[in-house]
């Protein structure tokens, strides 16, 4: 009977140690997009507005839900140590335009060079509130750090989104719209300009 309890106690103790063991493994594993709530929010928003919009195949629903999701964006404004992951690097330092992925299917693009980012003549759509220059999409400290990353890497970032740095340079996603086709792509694959500010390594948690 003693060893029979003695298997018994050693059995529980291995459960509890298991059930610890997954919860912190699921702790760990975490996607680092939610461990922000304002960024876990702005995801969530966006999912929320695109998933019955696409489900429903009624081409209006599918446009309302891109301009709602444009304005969810201006709403966020500035943000800070949002995580996400350097997909693509452009340019030069000078001229430079990088790509954050922020979620699934989600991502931030900053740019310093107009002609870089855009072809054409779809830069003469853009308004602004003075004949100033826009300000630039990527801080001098931004781009330092920018140079001792890589691609594919975690980083933390701070900067804004909407309205770029309030010089009424307006989101460029405003230009989606012309069909359904486009703003069904954006819903699937929603992409933000972004002022960024501040960028550095993501450290392992």
């Not at 220059?133 to 801080?139: H, K, N, R």
Request: glycine share 8%.
């Amino acid at each position: 009977m003693r060893a029979v309890r003695k298997i018994m106690i050693a059995s529980r103790r291995i459960i509890l140690l298991g059930s610890s063991s997954l919860a912190l493994t699921a702790c760990f594993d975490k996607p680092c997009e939610e461990r922000n709530p304002a960024q876990l929010a702005f995801l969530d928003g966006l999912k929320a507005l695109a998933k019955p919009a696409l489900a429903s195949g009624n081409p209006l629903q599918i446009e309302e839900a891109a301009k709602q999701s444009i304005g969810l964006a201006e709403k966020v404004g500035a943000f800070s140590d949002w995580c996400g992951t350097l997909t693509k690097i452009e340019g030069t330092a000078q001229k430079v335009a990088v790509t954050v992925d922020i979620g699934r299917q989600v991502s931030l693009y900053a740019f310093n060079d107009w002609t870089l980012a855009f072809a054409g003549s779809v830069l003469d759509l853009f308004s602004t509130r003075s004949r100033e220059p826009p300000p630039p999409g990527l801080s001098d400290p931004a781009i330092a750090a920018l140079k001792t990353l890589r691609l594919g890497e975690r980083i933390s970032l701070s900067g804004r989104m909407g309205e770029i740095a309030g010089a009424g340079v307006f989101d460029w996603s405003r230009l989606f719209g012309k069909s359904e086709a486009e703003h069904r792509q954006f819903l699937q694959t929603p992409r933000f300009v972004a002022s960024i500010e501040a960028l550095v390594a993501e450290k392992k948690k």
